[in-house]
Protein backbone atom coordinates (compact mmCIF):
# COMPACT_ATOMS: atom_id res chain seq x y z
CA UNK A 1 0.00 0.00 0.00
CA UNK A 2 1.46 3.41 -0.78
CA UNK A 3 2.69 5.80 2.52
CA UNK A 4 0.16 8.80 1.25
CA UNK A 5 2.52 10.80 3.54
CA UNK A 6 5.80 10.38 0.99
CA UNK A 7 3.71 11.09 -1.96
CA UNK A 8 1.26 14.04 -0.98
CA UNK A 9 2.38 16.70 -3.65
CA UNK A 10 4.17 19.62 -2.74
CA UNK A 11 7.94 19.03 -1.53
CA UNK A 12 7.47 18.74 2.35
CA UNK A 13 9.69 21.80 4.66
CA UNK A 14 13.05 20.31 6.30
CA UNK A 15 11.63 19.39 9.88
CA UNK A 16 8.56 17.18 7.68
CA UNK A 17 11.70 15.40 5.79
CA UNK A 18 13.27 13.93 9.12
CA UNK A 19 11.01 13.17 11.02
CA UNK A 20 9.34 10.63 8.19
CA UNK A 21 10.79 7.66 7.57
CA UNK A 22 9.62 5.38 4.67
CA UNK A 23 8.35 1.77 6.25
CA UNK A 24 10.27 -1.14 6.53
CA UNK A 25 10.88 -2.72 3.31
CA UNK A 26 7.80 -5.21 2.92
CA UNK A 27 6.53 -4.36 6.80
CA UNK A 28 3.00 -5.45 6.30
CA UNK A 29 1.62 -3.95 9.30
CA UNK A 30 2.42 -0.15 8.99
CA UNK A 31 4.41 0.00 12.10
CA UNK A 32 5.50 3.50 13.13
CA UNK A 33 8.05 2.31 14.46
CA UNK A 34 10.42 0.60 12.34
CA UNK A 35 10.51 -3.13 13.09
CA UNK A 36 14.04 -4.83 14.36
CA UNK A 37 14.73 -7.96 12.43
CA UNK A 38 16.87 -9.38 14.81
CA UNK A 39 18.09 -12.01 12.55
CA UNK A 40 21.21 -13.50 11.11
CA UNK A 41 19.78 -15.10 7.90
CA UNK A 42 16.53 -15.27 5.88
CA UNK A 43 14.88 -18.24 4.65
CA UNK A 44 14.60 -18.97 0.90
CA UNK A 45 12.02 -20.16 -1.00
CA UNK A 46 14.03 -23.03 -2.78
CA UNK A 47 17.75 -23.51 -2.91
CA UNK A 48 17.64 -21.94 -6.73
CA UNK A 49 15.31 -18.57 -6.02
CA UNK A 50 17.08 -16.37 -3.31
CA UNK A 51 14.24 -13.65 -1.88
CA UNK A 52 15.55 -10.15 -1.45
CA UNK A 53 17.51 -10.69 1.76
CA UNK A 54 19.12 -13.42 2.09
CA UNK A 55 22.33 -12.69 5.41
CA UNK A 56 22.22 -9.76 7.51
CA UNK A 57 26.13 -9.51 6.36
CA UNK A 58 24.63 -8.98 3.30
CA UNK A 59 21.10 -7.07 3.86
CA UNK A 60 18.73 -6.38 6.90
CA UNK A 61 15.66 -4.46 6.25
CA UNK A 62 16.24 -2.64 9.48
CA UNK A 63 19.74 -1.35 8.41
CA UNK A 64 18.09 -0.86 4.82
CA UNK A 65 15.48 1.61 6.40
CA UNK A 66 17.98 3.36 7.79
CA UNK A 67 20.13 3.73 4.62
CA UNK A 68 17.50 4.84 2.50
CA UNK A 69 16.73 7.68 5.29
CA UNK A 70 20.04 9.05 5.15
CA UNK A 71 20.69 8.86 1.51
CA UNK A 72 17.30 10.82 1.19
CA UNK A 73 18.65 13.45 3.66
CA UNK A 74 21.90 13.69 2.07
CA UNK A 75 20.80 14.13 -1.54
CA UNK A 76 22.68 10.92 -1.78
CA UNK A 77 22.13 7.91 -4.63
CA UNK A 78 22.60 5.10 -1.62
CA UNK A 79 23.70 4.98 1.93
CA UNK A 80 26.48 2.17 3.84
CA UNK A 81 25.60 2.17 7.15
CA UNK A 82 28.83 0.71 9.55
CA UNK A 83 29.59 -0.29 12.99
CA UNK A 84 32.00 2.61 13.77
CA UNK A 85 33.18 6.21 11.95
CA UNK A 86 36.25 4.37 11.89
CA UNK A 87 34.68 1.64 9.70
CA UNK A 88 33.19 4.18 7.26
CA UNK A 89 36.74 5.80 7.34
CA UNK A 90 38.52 2.34 6.65
CA UNK A 91 36.05 1.61 3.71
CA UNK A 92 36.40 4.77 1.61
CA UNK A 93 40.39 4.31 2.19
CA UNK A 94 39.80 0.45 1.00
CA UNK A 95 39.00 1.60 -2.48
CA UNK A 96 42.78 2.77 -3.43
CA UNK A 97 45.72 0.04 -4.24
CA UNK A 98 49.42 0.22 -3.30
CA UNK A 99 51.25 2.74 -4.24
CA UNK A 100 47.75 5.20 -5.02
CA UNK A 101 48.12 9.16 -2.97
CA UNK A 102 45.71 10.15 -0.34
CA UNK A 103 45.79 13.56 0.43
CA UNK A 104 44.38 14.82 3.94
CA UNK A 105 43.71 17.81 5.72
CA UNK A 106 46.08 18.37 8.63
CA UNK A 107 43.36 18.62 11.27
CA UNK A 108 41.74 15.17 11.86
CA UNK A 109 40.44 13.11 14.42
CA UNK A 110 43.63 11.28 16.20
CA UNK A 111 42.02 7.77 15.59
CA UNK A 112 41.83 9.46 11.22
CA UNK A 113 45.20 10.19 11.89
CA UNK A 114 46.13 6.70 13.21
CA UNK A 115 44.61 4.51 10.49
CA UNK A 116 46.21 6.71 7.89
CA UNK A 117 49.48 6.00 9.92
CA UNK A 118 48.99 2.41 9.16
CA UNK A 119 48.03 2.85 5.61
CA UNK A 120 51.41 4.25 5.04
CA UNK A 121 53.00 1.87 6.92
CA UNK A 122 51.26 -1.26 6.22
CA UNK A 123 49.20 -0.80 2.97
CA UNK A 124 52.03 1.25 0.76
CA UNK A 125 49.98 4.10 0.65
CA UNK A 126 51.31 7.69 0.17
CA UNK A 127 49.64 9.60 2.48
CA UNK A 128 50.50 12.97 2.65
CA UNK A 129 49.35 15.68 5.03
CA UNK A 130 48.61 19.47 3.64
CA UNK A 131 47.10 22.63 4.97
CA UNK A 132 43.87 22.19 2.68
CA UNK A 133 41.85 25.21 4.85
CA UNK A 134 44.54 28.07 4.42
CA UNK A 135 47.48 26.63 2.21
CA UNK A 136 46.49 27.05 -1.65
CA UNK A 137 45.53 23.23 -3.15
CA UNK A 138 48.67 22.98 -5.05
CA UNK A 139 48.88 19.83 -2.58
CA UNK A 140 46.21 18.38 -4.97
CA UNK A 141 48.34 17.32 -7.54
CA UNK A 142 47.66 15.08 -10.47
CA UNK A 143 47.82 11.47 -9.50
CA UNK A 144 46.18 11.96 -6.39
CA UNK A 145 43.40 9.63 -5.76
CA UNK A 146 41.56 10.21 -2.90
CA UNK A 147 41.12 13.58 -0.74
CA UNK A 148 39.92 13.80 2.72
CA UNK A 149 38.95 16.36 4.72
CA UNK A 150 36.91 16.64 7.91
CA UNK A 151 33.77 19.73 7.89
CA UNK A 152 34.40 21.14 10.01
CA UNK A 153 37.59 20.25 11.38
CA UNK A 154 38.00 18.51 14.81
CA UNK A 155 39.30 20.22 17.39
CA UNK A 156 39.99 23.19 15.88
CA UNK A 157 36.52 23.78 13.60
CA UNK A 158 38.14 25.01 10.34
CA UNK A 159 35.85 25.45 7.18
CA UNK A 160 37.72 23.87 4.34
CA UNK A 161 36.49 25.50 1.17
CA UNK A 162 34.07 22.48 0.17
CA UNK A 163 33.33 23.70 -3.38
CA UNK A 164 37.13 24.83 -4.25
CA UNK A 165 38.30 21.58 -3.07
CA UNK A 166 36.15 19.49 -5.10
CA UNK A 167 36.71 21.70 -8.60
CA UNK A 168 39.88 20.52 -7.99
CA UNK A 169 39.61 17.05 -7.33
CA UNK A 170 37.55 16.66 -10.44
CA UNK A 171 40.68 18.54 -12.16
CA UNK A 172 42.73 16.00 -11.33
CA UNK A 173 40.22 12.86 -11.66
CA UNK A 174 40.28 12.35 -7.42
CA UNK A 175 37.51 11.41 -5.31
CA UNK A 176 36.51 13.50 -2.17
CA UNK A 177 35.59 12.22 0.79
CA UNK A 178 34.21 14.49 3.31
CA UNK A 179 33.67 13.68 7.02
CA UNK A 180 30.75 15.82 8.44
CA UNK A 181 30.62 14.56 11.51
CA UNK A 182 30.99 18.00 13.53
CA UNK A 183 27.85 19.39 11.20
CA UNK A 184 25.35 16.18 10.45
CA UNK A 185 22.90 17.21 7.21
CA UNK A 186 20.96 19.09 9.33
CA UNK A 187 23.71 21.76 8.73
CA UNK A 188 25.65 20.78 5.91
CA UNK A 189 25.26 18.90 2.66
CA UNK A 190 28.65 17.93 0.94
CA UNK A 191 27.53 16.20 -2.18
CA UNK A 192 25.37 19.52 -2.93
CA UNK A 193 29.34 21.35 -3.07
CA UNK A 194 30.77 18.18 -5.42
CA UNK A 195 31.81 16.02 -2.91
CA UNK A 196 31.75 12.18 -3.79
CA UNK A 197 30.87 11.08 -0.74
CA UNK A 198 29.64 12.33 2.57
CA UNK A 199 30.67 10.01 5.93
CA UNK A 200 29.70 11.09 9.46
CA UNK A 201 30.64 9.07 12.75
CA UNK A 202 27.09 8.09 13.72
CA UNK A 203 27.81 7.93 17.13
CA UNK A 204 27.89 11.73 17.54
CA UNK A 205 25.29 14.14 16.46
CA UNK A 206 23.02 11.76 14.03
CA UNK A 207 22.54 9.38 17.08
CA UNK A 208 22.52 12.25 19.68
CA UNK A 209 22.33 9.82 22.82
CA UNK A 210 26.09 8.52 23.16
CA UNK A 211 24.25 4.74 22.79
CA UNK A 212 25.45 4.12 19.68
CA UNK A 213 28.58 3.18 17.92
CA UNK A 214 28.12 3.82 14.51
CA UNK A 215 29.38 5.55 10.70
CA UNK A 216 27.14 6.01 7.53
CA UNK A 217 28.67 7.22 4.03
CA UNK A 218 26.54 8.41 1.93
CA UNK A 219 27.58 8.30 -2.40
CA UNK A 220 26.96 10.73 -5.34
CA UNK A 221 27.33 8.16 -7.61
CA UNK A 222 25.56 4.39 -8.23
CA UNK A 223 29.56 3.24 -9.48
CA UNK A 224 30.80 4.62 -5.73
CA UNK A 225 28.14 3.28 -3.76
CA UNK A 226 27.99 -0.21 -5.41
CA UNK A 227 32.29 -0.53 -4.15
CA UNK A 228 31.37 0.40 -1.07
CA UNK A 229 28.13 -1.93 -0.43
CA UNK A 230 30.45 -4.64 -1.75
CA UNK A 231 33.21 -3.53 0.73
CA UNK A 232 30.54 -3.57 3.72
CA UNK A 233 29.40 -7.23 2.82
CA UNK A 234 32.67 -8.65 1.67
CA UNK A 235 34.57 -7.07 4.87
CA UNK A 236 31.74 -7.40 7.38
CA UNK A 237 31.64 -4.59 8.69
CA UNK A 238 27.58 -3.60 8.68
CA UNK A 239 25.83 -2.09 11.44
CA UNK A 240 23.77 -4.62 13.40
CA UNK A 241 19.89 -4.57 13.41
CA UNK A 242 19.41 -3.43 17.14
CA UNK A 243 22.36 -0.75 16.59
CA UNK A 244 20.58 0.75 13.08
CA UNK A 245 17.05 1.05 14.72
CA UNK A 246 18.75 3.24 17.67
CA UNK A 247 20.28 5.33 15.42
CA UNK A 248 17.05 5.69 13.14
CA UNK A 249 15.41 6.76 16.62
CA UNK A 250 18.10 8.85 17.40
CA UNK A 251 17.94 10.40 13.69
CA UNK A 252 14.09 11.29 14.51
CA UNK A 253 15.38 14.67 16.71
CA UNK A 254 18.59 15.24 14.86
CA UNK A 255 16.81 18.61 13.62
CA UNK A 256 15.47 19.95 17.20
CA UNK A 257 18.25 18.61 19.35
CA UNK A 258 21.19 20.25 16.72
CA UNK A 259 18.85 23.66 16.67
CA UNK A 260 18.57 23.81 20.26
CA UNK A 261 22.23 22.31 21.65
CA UNK A 262 23.84 25.14 18.76
CA UNK A 263 22.12 27.95 19.71
CA UNK A 264 23.55 26.90 23.50
CA UNK A 265 27.08 26.32 22.16
CA UNK A 266 26.85 30.05 20.27
CA UNK A 267 26.01 31.84 23.59
CA UNK A 268 28.48 29.70 25.40
CA UNK A 269 31.08 30.66 22.75
CA UNK A 270 30.49 34.53 23.16
CA UNK A 271 30.68 34.20 26.82
CA UNK A 272 33.91 32.89 27.06
CA UNK A 273 35.54 35.16 24.44
CA UNK A 274 34.37 37.97 26.39
CA UNK A 275 36.41 36.56 29.54
CA UNK A 276 39.67 38.03 29.52
CA UNK A 277 41.13 34.78 31.56
CA UNK A 278 40.61 32.82 28.36
CA UNK A 279 43.02 33.15 25.43
CA UNK A 280 41.37 32.27 22.26
CA UNK A 281 37.84 30.70 21.64
CA UNK A 282 37.34 28.36 18.18
CA UNK A 283 34.16 28.16 16.99
CA UNK A 284 32.55 29.78 13.68
CA UNK A 285 29.59 31.53 14.80
CA UNK A 286 32.00 34.64 16.32
CA UNK A 287 33.44 36.89 14.27
CA UNK A 288 36.90 36.47 14.92
CA UNK A 289 36.79 32.40 13.15
CA UNK A 290 38.60 33.20 10.68
CA UNK A 291 36.34 31.53 8.34
CA UNK A 292 33.14 32.92 9.67
CA UNK A 293 31.86 34.31 6.47
CA UNK A 294 33.41 30.78 4.10
CA UNK A 295 31.43 28.28 6.69
CA UNK A 296 27.82 30.68 6.85
CA UNK A 297 28.00 30.40 2.65
CA UNK A 298 28.01 26.80 3.13
CA UNK A 299 26.64 25.60 5.93
CA UNK A 300 23.30 26.44 8.47
CA UNK A 301 25.09 26.65 11.70
CA UNK A 302 28.06 26.23 13.89
CA UNK A 303 27.43 22.89 15.34
CA UNK A 304 27.12 22.15 19.20
CA UNK A 305 30.98 22.11 19.98
CA UNK A 306 33.12 25.04 21.31
CA UNK A 307 36.86 24.89 21.79
CA UNK A 308 39.12 26.92 23.68
CA UNK A 309 42.60 27.99 25.11
CA UNK A 310 43.44 28.96 28.85
CA UNK A 311 47.31 29.47 27.95
CA UNK A 312 48.35 26.98 30.26
CA UNK A 313 48.16 23.01 29.81
CA UNK A 314 47.86 22.74 33.84
CA UNK A 315 45.33 25.29 34.24
CA UNK A 316 43.23 23.80 31.52
CA UNK A 317 43.57 20.72 33.45
CA UNK A 318 42.23 21.91 36.29
CA UNK A 319 39.62 23.34 35.02
CA UNK A 320 38.01 20.46 33.20
CA UNK A 321 39.06 18.49 36.83
CA UNK A 322 36.58 21.58 38.71
CA UNK A 323 33.96 21.00 35.87
CA UNK A 324 30.71 19.27 37.76
CA UNK A 325 28.16 19.88 35.04
CA UNK A 326 29.88 18.11 31.97
CA UNK A 327 31.20 14.64 31.67
CA UNK A 328 34.69 14.12 31.28
CA UNK A 329 34.85 12.30 27.68
CA UNK A 330 36.11 12.14 24.60
CA UNK A 331 32.90 12.15 21.99
CA UNK A 332 30.65 14.71 21.48
CA UNK A 333 27.45 15.69 19.80
CA UNK A 334 25.35 14.09 22.65
CA UNK A 335 22.29 15.99 24.42
CA UNK A 336 24.68 16.07 27.65
CA UNK A 337 27.38 17.90 27.84
CA UNK A 338 30.68 16.63 27.80
CA UNK A 339 34.20 18.57 28.04
CA UNK A 340 38.18 17.11 26.84
CA UNK A 341 41.28 17.73 26.77
CA UNK A 342 41.79 16.43 22.71
CA UNK A 343 45.99 16.82 23.21
CA UNK A 344 45.34 14.04 26.21
CA UNK A 345 42.13 12.21 24.92
CA UNK A 346 40.32 12.14 21.61
CA UNK A 347 43.95 13.21 19.37
CA UNK A 348 46.65 11.80 21.96
CA UNK A 349 47.71 9.39 19.35
CA UNK A 350 48.41 12.08 17.24
CA UNK A 351 52.72 11.76 17.12
CA UNK A 352 53.99 14.84 18.43
CA UNK A 353 55.89 16.09 15.24
CA UNK A 354 52.10 16.21 13.48
CA UNK A 355 50.75 17.51 16.97
CA UNK A 356 53.31 20.40 16.04
CA UNK A 357 52.72 20.95 12.48
CA UNK A 358 49.28 20.91 13.16
CA UNK A 359 49.36 23.79 15.94
CA UNK A 360 47.54 21.73 18.23
CA UNK A 361 47.42 23.69 21.21
CA UNK A 362 48.42 21.85 24.25
CA UNK A 363 45.95 23.98 26.79
CA UNK A 364 42.67 23.31 23.88
CA UNK A 365 39.56 22.32 25.89
CA UNK A 366 36.78 21.33 23.68
CA UNK A 367 33.43 21.47 25.38
CA UNK A 368 30.11 19.40 23.89
CA UNK A 369 26.77 21.60 24.39
CA UNK A 370 24.18 19.38 24.99
CA UNK A 371 20.50 19.94 26.19
CA UNK A 372 21.08 21.98 29.80
CA UNK A 373 20.38 25.12 30.15
CA UNK A 374 22.83 27.24 28.71
CA UNK A 375 23.01 29.48 32.24
CA UNK A 376 23.72 26.63 34.63
CA UNK A 377 26.63 25.31 32.01
CA UNK A 378 27.71 28.85 32.13
CA UNK A 379 27.74 29.12 36.13
CA UNK A 380 29.60 25.90 35.94
CA UNK A 381 32.19 27.20 33.63
CA UNK A 382 32.58 30.27 35.74
CA UNK A 383 33.43 28.23 38.56
CA UNK A 384 36.19 26.28 37.07
CA UNK A 385 37.61 29.34 35.11
CA UNK A 386 37.41 31.25 38.69
CA UNK A 387 38.67 29.01 41.31
CA UNK A 388 41.58 30.18 43.15
CA UNK A 389 44.80 28.57 42.71
CA UNK A 390 43.75 29.61 38.54
CA UNK A 391 43.02 33.38 38.83
CA UNK A 392 46.61 34.05 37.22
CA UNK A 393 45.93 36.00 33.91
CA UNK A 394 46.97 33.30 30.88
CA UNK A 395 50.18 33.94 28.92
CA UNK A 396 49.61 36.20 25.88
CA UNK A 397 48.92 34.54 23.03
CA UNK A 398 51.57 33.83 20.06
CA UNK A 399 51.64 36.34 17.12
CA UNK A 400 48.78 35.10 14.94
CA UNK A 401 47.22 32.80 17.35
CA UNK A 402 44.50 34.78 18.58
CA UNK A 403 41.22 32.86 17.69
CA UNK A 404 42.51 31.29 14.87
CA UNK A 405 44.89 28.77 13.61
CA UNK A 406 48.53 30.28 12.92
CA UNK A 407 48.98 28.98 8.83
CA UNK A 408 51.53 25.91 8.63
CA UNK A 409 52.89 25.59 5.58
CA UNK A 410 54.22 22.11 4.40
N1 LIG B 1 35.39 11.40 12.47
C1 LIG B 1 35.40 12.37 13.41
C2 LIG B 1 35.42 13.81 12.99
C3 LIG B 1 35.40 12.01 14.77
O1 LIG B 1 35.43 12.98 15.70
C4 LIG B 1 35.38 10.64 15.12
C5 LIG B 1 35.37 10.20 16.53
O2 LIG B 1 35.50 10.98 17.44
C6 LIG B 1 35.40 9.70 14.11
C7 LIG B 1 35.38 10.09 12.78
C8 LIG B 1 35.42 8.22 14.43
O3 LIG B 1 34.14 7.77 14.74
P1 LIG B 1 33.85 6.50 15.66
O4 LIG B 1 34.34 6.82 17.02
O5 LIG B 1 32.35 6.36 15.56
O6 LIG B 1 34.56 5.34 15.07
Redesign the pocket.
Known sequence: MPDQRHSSGAEPGKHTRYALLEGSPGDPWRASSPPIYQTATFEQESPEGFGRYDYARSGNPTRETLERHVARLEGAVGCVALA????A?TAVTRLLVPGDRLVAHLDL?G??QRLLSCLAGERGIDVVHADLVDGDLDALSPGTRLVLV?SLT?PLWRAPDLRAIAARCRAIGALLAV?A??MSPWLQRPLSFGADCVLH?A??LLSGHGDV???VISSASEDLHRRLAFLQNAEGSGLAPFDSWLLLRGMRTLGVRVDRQQESATRIAAWLARRPDVRAVHQPSLPSHPDVLRHAAQAEGPGVVVSFETGDEERSLEIVRRLQRFAIA??FGSVDSTASLPCRM?HASVPPELRALRALPGDLIRLSIGLEDPADLMADLAQALAAPSLRASPSPAPEGRRGRWTPVSM
Open positions: SGVAIYGTENDTASTKTAGVSS
